[in-house]
């Protein structure tokens, strides 16, 4: 069993930055894909970015984060994380990182990943 912590969360203006962890524990995430969802207030969860097993070479984004946000991995310290650049209104989420612990390439899939986070609030004012 995996447990997922989110982190870096905040109230952010339009245009900036903010940096989210993801600190697992009870078991090493190397060999596990890692993957970033949002869910906005009354929207359906969807996906933001993932990363795949153990190097971490494989990445791939939504459309509409593609360019701004950049999601990596330390191995070494047992996270994953989302750096977000530009951020605007529409990115206003709660964000969940997830472990996809079938081998392979990252998933863009939510039912695909096993252990879910419990979420961190991100908000960007206009």
């Known amino acids: 069993q995996v447990q997922l912590v989110e982190s870096g969360g905040g109230l952010v203006q339009a245009g900036g930055s903010l940096r989210l962890s993801c600190a697992a524990s009870?078991?090493?995430?190397?060999?596990?894909?890692m993957g970033w969802f949002r869910q906005a207030p009354g929207k359906e969860r969807e996906f933001v970015a993932a990363i795949n097993w153990w190097s971490g070479d494989t990445t791939t984004y939504a459309d509409s984060v593609k360019g701004r946000f950049t999601i990596s991995r330390s191995n070494a310290n047992n996270t994953a994380s989302l750096q977000m650049n530009s951020l605007k209104p529409e990115d206003t989420a709660v964000y969940y990182c997830?472990?996809?612990?079938?081998?392979?390439?990252?998933?863009?899939?939510?039912?695909?990943?096993?252990?879910w986070g419990q979420g961190t609030q991100v908000t960007v004012s206009s």
């Open positions: 997830a472990a996809d612990t079938a081998p392979g390439v990252a998933s863009r899939k939510i039912d695909e990943y096993d252990y």
């Open positions: 009870r078991r090493s995430i190397s060999m596990y894909g």
